[in-house]
Protein backbone atom coordinates (compact mmCIF):
# COMPACT_ATOMS: atom_id res chain seq x y z
CA UNK A 1 0.00 0.00 0.00
CA UNK A 2 1.35 3.80 -0.95
CA UNK A 3 2.44 5.90 2.05
CA UNK A 4 4.14 9.38 1.72
CA UNK A 5 7.37 9.06 3.76
CA UNK A 6 6.89 11.94 6.64
CA UNK A 7 10.74 13.27 6.17
CA UNK A 8 11.45 15.90 8.74
CA UNK A 9 13.84 18.62 8.71
CA UNK A 10 17.01 17.31 11.15
CA UNK A 11 18.60 20.04 12.82
CA UNK A 12 21.29 21.51 10.77
CA UNK A 13 19.02 22.03 7.56
CA UNK A 14 16.71 23.83 10.24
CA UNK A 15 18.96 26.13 11.42
CA UNK A 16 20.29 26.78 8.10
CA UNK A 17 16.14 27.21 6.62
CA UNK A 18 16.29 29.64 9.23
CA UNK A 19 19.17 31.91 8.76
CA UNK A 20 18.38 32.24 5.30
CA UNK A 21 14.68 33.52 6.08
CA UNK A 22 15.48 35.94 8.47
CA UNK A 23 18.29 37.34 6.34
CA UNK A 24 15.46 37.24 3.30
CA UNK A 25 13.13 39.37 5.25
CA UNK A 26 16.22 41.97 5.64
CA UNK A 27 17.09 42.07 2.27
CA UNK A 28 13.14 41.98 1.13
CA UNK A 29 12.16 44.66 2.97
CA UNK A 30 15.38 46.50 2.33
CA UNK A 31 13.68 45.80 -1.34
CA UNK A 32 10.55 46.53 -1.16
CA UNK A 33 11.39 49.86 0.69
CA UNK A 34 13.84 51.22 -2.00
CA UNK A 35 11.16 50.23 -5.04
CA UNK A 36 8.78 52.41 -3.75
CA UNK A 37 10.74 55.21 -2.86
CA UNK A 38 12.09 55.21 -6.65
CA UNK A 39 8.38 55.38 -7.39
CA UNK A 40 7.50 57.95 -4.57
CA UNK A 41 4.92 55.97 -3.04
CA UNK A 42 5.48 57.90 0.06
CA UNK A 43 5.38 61.22 -1.47
CA UNK A 44 2.03 63.48 -1.54
CA UNK A 45 2.69 64.14 -4.96
CA UNK A 46 4.31 62.66 -7.50
CA UNK A 47 7.65 63.54 -9.20
CA UNK A 48 7.59 65.10 -12.90
CA UNK A 49 10.45 61.95 -14.16
CA UNK A 50 7.92 59.29 -13.43
CA UNK A 51 6.17 57.92 -17.09
CA UNK A 52 2.65 57.04 -17.04
CA UNK A 53 2.80 53.29 -16.49
CA UNK A 54 4.85 54.16 -13.68
CA UNK A 55 2.08 56.89 -12.21
CA UNK A 56 -0.50 54.72 -12.73
CA UNK A 57 1.48 52.17 -10.66
CA UNK A 58 1.71 54.46 -7.85
CA UNK A 59 -1.70 55.13 -7.78
CA UNK A 60 -2.51 51.37 -7.29
CA UNK A 61 0.11 51.05 -4.64
CA UNK A 62 -0.97 54.18 -2.70
CA UNK A 63 -4.83 53.15 -2.90
CA UNK A 64 -3.58 49.12 -1.37
CA UNK A 65 -1.54 51.12 1.36
CA UNK A 66 -4.78 52.62 2.68
CA UNK A 67 -6.82 49.13 2.27
CA UNK A 68 -4.59 47.26 4.31
CA UNK A 69 -3.61 49.92 6.65
CA UNK A 70 -4.25 48.96 10.55
CA UNK A 71 -5.59 52.84 11.15
CA UNK A 72 -6.89 55.38 9.20
CA UNK A 73 -4.74 56.34 6.32
CA UNK A 74 -1.61 58.68 6.08
CA UNK A 75 1.37 58.98 4.01
CA UNK A 76 4.40 58.30 6.77
CA UNK A 77 6.69 55.76 7.86
CA UNK A 78 4.34 54.09 10.12
CA UNK A 79 1.49 53.37 8.18
CA UNK A 80 3.42 52.76 5.08
CA UNK A 81 5.70 50.11 6.76
CA UNK A 82 2.36 47.57 6.01
CA UNK A 83 3.07 48.13 2.53
CA UNK A 84 6.53 47.34 3.02
CA UNK A 85 5.93 44.21 4.70
CA UNK A 86 3.56 43.31 2.19
CA UNK A 87 5.58 43.88 -0.79
CA UNK A 88 8.39 41.58 0.76
CA UNK A 89 6.63 38.96 2.08
CA UNK A 90 4.62 38.32 -1.35
CA UNK A 91 7.76 38.68 -3.46
CA UNK A 92 10.16 35.87 -1.46
CA UNK A 93 7.41 34.13 -0.88
CA UNK A 94 6.40 33.47 -4.34
CA UNK A 95 10.06 32.33 -4.99
CA UNK A 96 10.08 30.42 -2.60
CA UNK A 97 7.13 28.23 -3.06
CA UNK A 98 7.98 28.13 -6.59
CA UNK A 99 11.15 26.22 -5.64
CA UNK A 100 9.34 24.30 -3.17
CA UNK A 101 6.91 23.05 -6.65
CA UNK A 102 9.74 22.80 -8.61
CA UNK A 103 11.76 20.23 -6.97
CA UNK A 104 8.87 18.17 -6.07
CA UNK A 105 8.43 18.46 -10.00
CA UNK A 106 4.92 20.04 -9.87
CA UNK A 107 6.16 23.56 -11.58
CA UNK A 108 4.04 23.21 -14.19
CA UNK A 109 4.25 25.86 -17.34
CA UNK A 110 0.83 24.13 -18.78
CA UNK A 111 -1.33 21.20 -17.07
CA UNK A 112 0.96 17.73 -17.44
CA UNK A 113 4.43 19.70 -18.23
CA UNK A 114 6.23 20.44 -15.11
CA UNK A 115 9.66 22.45 -15.61
CA UNK A 116 12.61 22.66 -14.07
CA UNK A 117 14.54 26.19 -12.82
CA UNK A 118 17.01 24.92 -15.35
CA UNK A 119 14.57 25.20 -17.86
CA UNK A 120 12.88 28.55 -16.50
CA UNK A 121 16.55 30.16 -16.89
CA UNK A 122 16.28 29.15 -20.99
CA UNK A 123 12.17 29.88 -21.66
CA UNK A 124 12.93 33.53 -20.09
CA UNK A 125 15.40 33.87 -22.91
CA UNK A 126 12.91 33.67 -25.60
CA UNK A 127 10.38 36.59 -25.20
CA UNK A 128 7.66 34.33 -26.16
CA UNK A 129 7.81 32.32 -23.11
CA UNK A 130 8.91 34.96 -20.79
CA UNK A 131 5.84 35.95 -19.46
CA UNK A 132 7.36 39.23 -19.48
CA UNK A 133 10.18 37.67 -16.42
CA UNK A 134 13.35 39.47 -16.75
CA UNK A 135 15.37 36.18 -14.91
CA UNK A 136 14.53 32.30 -14.42
CA UNK A 137 13.88 33.07 -10.84
CA UNK A 138 11.18 35.18 -11.91
CA UNK A 139 9.78 33.15 -14.27
CA UNK A 140 9.33 30.38 -11.83
CA UNK A 141 7.64 32.55 -9.79
CA UNK A 142 5.12 33.75 -12.11
CA UNK A 143 4.22 30.13 -12.96
CA UNK A 144 3.54 29.00 -9.11
CA UNK A 145 1.63 32.60 -8.66
CA UNK A 146 -0.24 30.98 -11.72
CA UNK A 147 -0.78 27.68 -9.81
CA UNK A 148 -1.39 29.41 -6.42
CA UNK A 149 -4.02 32.29 -7.32
CA UNK A 150 -5.68 31.67 -3.55
CA UNK A 151 -2.16 32.45 -2.33
CA UNK A 152 -0.61 35.17 -4.58
CA UNK A 153 -3.48 37.35 -5.61
CA UNK A 154 -3.01 37.56 -9.44
CA UNK A 155 -4.72 41.69 -9.14
CA UNK A 156 -2.30 42.81 -6.08
CA UNK A 157 -0.35 45.38 -7.55
CA UNK A 158 2.87 44.57 -5.28
CA UNK A 159 3.73 41.95 -8.37
CA UNK A 160 4.18 44.87 -10.17
CA UNK A 161 6.66 46.01 -8.64
CA UNK A 162 10.63 45.24 -9.57
CA UNK A 163 13.37 45.08 -7.05
CA UNK A 164 16.45 46.37 -7.87
CA UNK A 165 19.06 43.98 -9.64
CA UNK A 166 21.36 44.06 -6.23
CA UNK A 167 18.39 43.01 -4.19
CA UNK A 168 16.58 40.52 -6.46
CA UNK A 169 20.16 39.00 -6.88
CA UNK A 170 20.69 38.49 -3.13
CA UNK A 171 17.69 36.92 -3.03
CA UNK A 172 18.41 34.32 -5.81
CA UNK A 173 21.32 33.54 -3.86
CA UNK A 174 19.94 33.09 -0.32
CA UNK A 175 17.12 30.76 -2.11
CA UNK A 176 19.71 28.70 -4.07
CA UNK A 177 21.94 27.93 -1.57
CA UNK A 178 19.51 26.13 0.50
CA UNK A 179 19.50 22.45 -0.44
CA UNK A 180 16.83 20.14 -1.92
CA UNK A 181 16.41 18.63 1.35
CA UNK A 182 14.51 21.56 2.61
CA UNK A 183 11.89 21.42 -0.12
CA UNK A 184 11.44 17.68 0.26
CA UNK A 185 10.92 17.30 4.09
CA UNK A 186 7.34 17.46 5.30
CA UNK A 187 7.33 20.10 7.99
CA UNK A 188 9.75 22.60 6.13
CA UNK A 189 6.64 25.17 5.15
CA UNK A 190 5.46 24.94 8.44
CA UNK A 191 8.73 26.69 9.54
CA UNK A 192 9.25 29.15 6.79
CA UNK A 193 6.47 31.45 8.47
CA UNK A 194 7.69 31.26 12.05
CA UNK A 195 11.05 32.31 10.76
CA UNK A 196 10.29 34.81 8.88
CA UNK A 197 8.02 36.10 11.71
CA UNK A 198 11.21 35.67 14.40
CA UNK A 199 12.84 39.15 14.66
CA UNK A 200 9.22 40.99 14.36
CA UNK A 201 8.25 38.66 17.46
CA UNK A 202 11.07 39.38 19.39
CA UNK A 203 11.11 43.62 18.13
CA UNK A 204 7.20 43.67 19.63
CA UNK A 205 7.98 41.35 22.98
CA UNK A 206 10.86 44.00 23.77
CA UNK A 207 9.39 46.57 23.01
CA UNK A 208 5.96 45.75 26.23
CA UNK A 209 3.37 47.11 23.68
CA UNK A 210 -0.14 46.23 24.12
CA UNK A 211 -0.54 43.43 21.84
CA UNK A 212 -3.16 44.29 19.05
CA UNK A 213 -3.55 43.27 15.34
CA UNK A 214 0.08 44.63 14.03
CA UNK A 215 1.51 42.93 17.39
CA UNK A 216 -0.78 39.51 16.76
CA UNK A 217 0.37 37.43 14.13
CA UNK A 218 4.20 37.53 15.51
CA UNK A 219 4.19 36.92 19.01
CA UNK A 220 1.56 34.41 18.36
CA UNK A 221 3.49 31.76 15.79
CA UNK A 222 4.51 28.78 17.13
CA UNK A 223 5.39 25.84 15.35
CA UNK A 224 4.44 22.11 17.07
CA UNK A 225 7.79 19.78 16.82
CA UNK A 226 7.17 17.72 14.46
CA UNK A 227 7.24 14.27 17.26
CA UNK A 228 4.80 16.33 19.65
CA UNK A 229 2.39 16.16 16.58
CA UNK A 230 3.16 12.78 15.64
CA UNK A 231 2.75 11.73 19.63
CA UNK A 232 -0.89 13.37 19.90
CA UNK A 233 -1.99 11.99 16.36
CA UNK A 234 -0.29 8.42 17.33
CA UNK A 235 -2.36 8.50 20.36
CA UNK A 236 -5.87 9.61 19.09
CA UNK A 237 -6.21 8.31 15.38
CA UNK A 238 -3.42 5.12 16.24
CA UNK A 239 -5.53 4.13 19.34
CA UNK A 240 -8.77 4.56 17.19
CA UNK A 241 -7.21 2.52 14.71
CA UNK A 242 -6.31 -0.18 17.48
CA UNK A 243 -9.67 -0.94 18.90
CA UNK A 244 -11.68 -0.74 15.61
CA UNK A 245 -9.59 -2.77 13.39
CA UNK A 246 -8.30 -5.28 16.12
CA UNK A 247 -7.37 -7.83 13.60
CA UNK A 248 -5.84 -5.73 10.66
CA UNK A 249 -1.99 -4.22 10.70
CA UNK A 250 -2.30 -0.65 10.93
CA UNK A 251 -1.17 0.78 7.45
CA UNK A 252 1.69 3.46 8.62
CA UNK A 253 3.77 3.12 11.57
CA UNK A 254 2.43 4.12 14.77
CA UNK A 255 5.90 4.24 16.70
CA UNK A 256 4.64 6.60 19.59
CA UNK A 257 1.63 4.60 20.26
CA UNK A 258 1.40 4.19 23.95
CA UNK A 259 -0.42 0.81 25.63
CA UNK A 260 -1.15 -0.86 29.12
CA UNK A 261 -1.85 -4.36 29.84
CA UNK A 262 -4.78 -5.11 28.97
CA UNK A 263 -7.54 -8.27 30.05
CA UNK A 264 -7.79 -10.46 26.91
CA UNK A 265 -9.41 -10.55 24.71
CA UNK A 266 -7.88 -7.09 23.53
CA UNK A 267 -7.99 -5.10 21.02
CA UNK A 268 -4.88 -4.43 19.09
CA UNK A 269 -2.94 -3.03 16.14
CA UNK A 270 0.14 -3.73 15.01
CA UNK A 271 3.18 -1.13 14.84
CA UNK A 272 6.42 -1.97 12.31
CA UNK A 273 6.39 -5.74 12.74
CA UNK A 274 3.55 -8.18 12.04
CA UNK A 275 3.46 -9.04 15.75
CA UNK A 276 0.27 -7.83 17.67
CA UNK A 277 0.86 -5.49 20.59
CA UNK A 278 1.88 -7.33 23.45
CA UNK A 279 4.98 -7.78 26.22
CA UNK A 280 5.59 -9.95 29.32
CA UNK A 281 2.29 -9.16 30.71
CA UNK A 282 0.25 -10.35 27.70
CA UNK A 283 -1.90 -8.53 25.27
CA UNK A 284 -1.77 -4.63 25.00
CA UNK A 285 -4.85 -1.35 25.04
CA UNK A 286 -4.12 1.54 23.89
CA UNK A 287 -3.11 3.72 26.72
CA UNK A 288 -5.10 6.52 25.59
CA UNK A 289 -8.50 4.29 25.86
CA UNK A 290 -10.97 3.48 23.27
CA UNK A 291 -12.41 6.71 21.85
CA UNK A 292 -16.09 5.19 22.17
CA UNK A 293 -17.52 8.67 21.34
CA UNK A 294 -15.60 8.11 17.80
CA UNK A 295 -17.50 7.30 14.98
CA UNK A 296 -16.86 3.30 13.83
CA UNK A 297 -16.02 4.70 10.14
CA UNK A 298 -13.48 7.45 9.02
CA UNK A 299 -15.61 8.49 6.74
CA UNK A 300 -17.51 9.57 9.68
CA UNK A 301 -14.70 11.71 11.09
CA UNK A 302 -14.16 15.45 11.46
CA UNK A 303 -10.87 16.74 12.59
CA UNK A 304 -10.82 20.47 13.37
CA UNK A 305 -7.68 22.07 14.01
CA UNK A 306 -9.27 25.59 15.18
CA UNK A 307 -5.56 27.11 15.53
CA UNK A 308 -3.88 25.14 12.54
CA UNK A 309 -1.32 28.13 11.76
CA UNK A 310 0.97 26.75 8.53
CA UNK A 311 -0.94 23.43 8.62
CA UNK A 312 1.42 20.98 10.31
CA UNK A 313 -0.86 18.78 12.30
CA UNK A 314 -3.08 19.25 9.24
CA UNK A 315 -0.93 17.59 7.07
CA UNK A 316 0.58 14.89 9.46
CA UNK A 317 -2.82 13.77 10.23
CA UNK A 318 -3.58 13.86 6.22
CA UNK A 319 -0.51 11.65 5.59
CA UNK A 320 -2.06 9.04 8.52
CA UNK A 321 -5.82 8.84 7.52
CA UNK A 322 -4.92 8.36 3.35
CA UNK A 323 -3.45 4.70 3.90
CA UNK A 324 -6.07 4.01 6.91
CA UNK A 325 -8.40 4.94 4.69
CA UNK A 326 -7.13 3.14 1.77
CA UNK A 327 -6.97 -0.33 4.01
CA UNK A 328 -10.39 0.34 5.30
CA UNK A 329 -12.60 0.97 2.78
CA UNK A 330 -10.01 -0.35 -0.03
CA UNK A 331 -9.60 3.07 -1.75
CA UNK A 332 -7.33 4.39 -4.22
CA UNK A 333 -4.82 6.43 -3.58
CA UNK A 334 -6.31 9.46 -5.18
CA UNK A 335 -9.77 8.76 -4.29
CA UNK A 336 -8.30 8.19 -0.29
CA UNK A 337 -6.96 11.63 -0.50
CA UNK A 338 -9.94 13.09 -1.99
CA UNK A 339 -12.08 12.03 0.49
CA UNK A 340 -9.73 13.22 3.40
CA UNK A 341 -9.67 16.56 1.89
CA UNK A 342 -13.39 16.36 1.52
CA UNK A 343 -14.54 14.84 4.73
CA UNK A 344 -12.05 14.36 7.24
CA UNK A 345 -9.67 17.56 7.45
CA UNK A 346 -10.98 20.85 8.62
CA UNK A 347 -8.64 24.01 10.31
CA UNK A 348 -9.14 27.72 11.18
CA UNK A 349 -6.58 30.45 11.76
CA UNK A 350 -6.66 33.59 12.46
CA UNK A 351 -3.33 34.95 10.23
CA UNK A 352 -4.34 35.03 6.54
CA UNK A 353 -0.61 34.44 5.64
CA UNK A 354 -0.78 30.99 8.02
CA UNK A 355 -4.43 29.95 5.82
CA UNK A 356 -1.85 30.57 2.80
CA UNK A 357 0.50 28.77 3.45
CA UNK A 358 -1.49 25.50 5.55
CA UNK A 359 -3.58 25.17 1.92
CA UNK A 360 -0.44 24.99 0.17
CA UNK A 361 0.84 22.72 2.43
CA UNK A 362 -1.63 20.33 2.49
CA UNK A 363 -1.95 20.90 -1.39
CA UNK A 364 1.53 19.83 -1.58
CA UNK A 365 1.27 16.78 0.30
CA UNK A 366 -1.64 15.58 -1.68
CA UNK A 367 0.04 16.26 -5.03
CA UNK A 368 3.21 14.18 -4.21
CA UNK A 369 0.99 11.42 -2.31
CA UNK A 370 1.96 8.40 -4.40
CA UNK A 371 -0.54 6.28 -6.49
CA UNK A 372 -0.18 2.90 -6.69
CA UNK A 373 2.36 2.57 -8.58
CA UNK A 374 5.18 4.91 -6.51
CA UNK A 375 4.40 7.94 -8.78
CA UNK A 376 2.82 11.30 -7.30
CA UNK A 377 -0.49 11.93 -7.82
CA UNK A 378 0.36 15.22 -9.19
CA UNK A 379 -1.34 18.49 -9.94
CA UNK A 380 -5.32 17.93 -10.67
CA UNK A 381 -7.90 20.48 -11.19
CA UNK A 382 -10.63 18.49 -9.87
CA UNK A 383 -8.89 17.71 -6.26
CA UNK A 384 -11.06 18.83 -3.67
CA UNK A 385 -10.06 22.78 -2.06
CA UNK A 386 -8.43 22.22 2.08
CA UNK A 387 -11.08 22.80 3.90
CA UNK A 388 -9.05 25.61 5.80
CA UNK A 389 -10.47 29.15 6.58
CA UNK A 390 -9.16 32.84 7.93
CA UNK A 391 -11.47 33.38 10.93
CA UNK A 392 -12.13 35.75 13.88
CA UNK A 393 -12.90 39.31 15.07
CA UNK A 394 -9.60 41.89 14.93
CA UNK A 395 -8.34 41.92 18.32
CA UNK A 396 -9.81 45.64 18.92
CA UNK A 397 -13.95 44.13 18.44
CA UNK A 398 -16.33 45.12 21.30
CA UNK A 399 -17.64 43.19 23.74
CA UNK A 400 -21.12 43.08 21.73
CA UNK A 401 -19.55 41.58 18.84
CA UNK A 402 -18.09 39.06 20.41
CA UNK A 403 -21.15 38.15 22.42
CA UNK A 404 -23.07 38.06 19.22
CA UNK A 405 -21.19 34.89 18.40
CA UNK A 406 -22.39 33.01 21.21
CA UNK A 407 -25.93 31.23 21.42
CA UNK A 408 -28.34 33.17 23.39
CA UNK A 409 -28.71 30.43 25.73
CA UNK A 410 -25.12 30.21 26.46
CA UNK A 411 -25.08 34.20 27.04
CA UNK A 412 -25.78 33.79 30.82
CA UNK A 413 -23.44 30.50 31.75
CA UNK A 414 -21.45 30.10 34.53
CA UNK A 415 -18.66 30.18 31.83
CA UNK A 416 -18.95 33.09 30.12
CA UNK A 417 -19.04 35.21 33.56
CA UNK A 418 -16.02 33.78 34.71
Given at each position: ?????????????????????KCARDVAESAARAALVQL???????????????RVLRRKLRAHARSISASSYQINSVETRHLV??????HWHRMLFARFLAENHLLLWEPGAPVTLAECDELVQDATTSLGAKSGWELAGKLAARMLPQVFKPHNPVYELTFAPEHQRALEKLLAGLPIDVFTASDSLGWVYQFWQAKRKDEVNASEVKIGADELPAVTQLFTEPYMVDFLLHNSLGAWWATRHPSQPCPVPMTYLRTVPATPPARHCE????????????????????????PNSLKDFKLLDPCCGSGHFLVAAFLLLVPMRMASEGLSAMDAVDAVLQDNLHGLE????????????????????????G??????????????????LKVAASAEEWEALVPDSLLNSELLRQ
Open positions: MPTADAVTLPKPLRTQLENTVAVLDAKAPDYLSEPQWEVAYEERSDAAIHDSNGLQAPAAGNFEGWLDARCVEIAVFALALAAWRFPDENNPLGVRADMPAPNIACCG
